[in-house]
């Protein structure tokens, strides 16, 4: 198993990436931004995407987007294969993606937003900071991208100030603390609230 940056040679797996993304969204029922195939491509060719390969078998994948004049970097699209899941391997691609964002935009302040707990944890030990959606970019186009997600009309709703995701922030700039500990039981309690909240209108 390797988890490289991507590159050109790299285009011809673009279309199971869509793919694989499409279809664990569906199995979990949570809301994604969907990517056509040219825009996978496209990042693998500028080399802002990072991919895990077992031969020539694809294991797994995450992309970086800029937004707001390169001001932010979003880590996006984290997806790992059937195959492989349950091994560490997400950790491992979200730690590499990390690492070549810092690198490749190091003023940049890394952003994310998730309803998923793995992924928020795996934030927290990075160093991100769950943030208001205020601090996050306020670049129409990122937001737009949210269109294709089912928790769409919450986001509206609320004028962009907050959805079922959470907002989480690293600034490179920003007194190193502590990480924050996430437990289970909070997180499950919270979101909870949240689709009590903001999905009560659509039984209605």
């Given amino acids: 198993m390797e988890i490289v940056i991507a590159d050109k040679s790299h285009s011809k797996y673009a279309e199971i990436i869509c793919d694989t993304i499409a279809e664990s969204a569906a199995v979990r029922g949570t809301g994604i931004a969907r990517r056509t195939p040219e825009y996978i491509t496209k990042k693998l060719e500028n080399g802002n995407a990072v991919i895990a390969l077992d031969g020539d078998k694809f294991a797994g994948f995450c992309y970086i987007e800029l937004w707001g ?3 932010y970097v979003a880590n996006s699209g ?5 195959d492989y899941r349950g091994v560490g391997l997400a950790k491992k691609i979200k730690h590499k993606v990390f690492k070549h964002s810092r690198t490749k935009f190091p003023d940049a302040k890394v952003f994310s937003i998730t309803t998923g707990l793995a992924v928020m944890k795996m ?5 991100y900071k769950p943030v208001p959606f205020s601090e996050l970019t306020d670049d129409p186009t990122f937001w737009d991208g949210c269109q ?6 919450v986001l509206t709703r609320t004028n962009r100030k907050m959805c079922l995701c959470t907002g989480m922030l690293y600034d ?14 909070v997180f499950d309690r919270l979101k909870h609230i949240k689709e009590t909240m903001f999905l009560k209108k659509d039984k209605n």
Avoid at 78 to 82: D, N, Q, R, S, Y
């Fill in 172 to 185: 490179p700039k920003a007194k190193k603390s502590e990480p924050i500990k996430i437990k289970e039981k």
């Fill in 78 to 82: 984290l997806i790992v294969h059937p």
């Fill in 69 to 71: 004049h390169g001001k």
């Fill in 148 to 153: 294709t997600c089912k928790n769409y009309d």
């Fill in 123 to 127: 934030n927290t030990d990075l160093g």
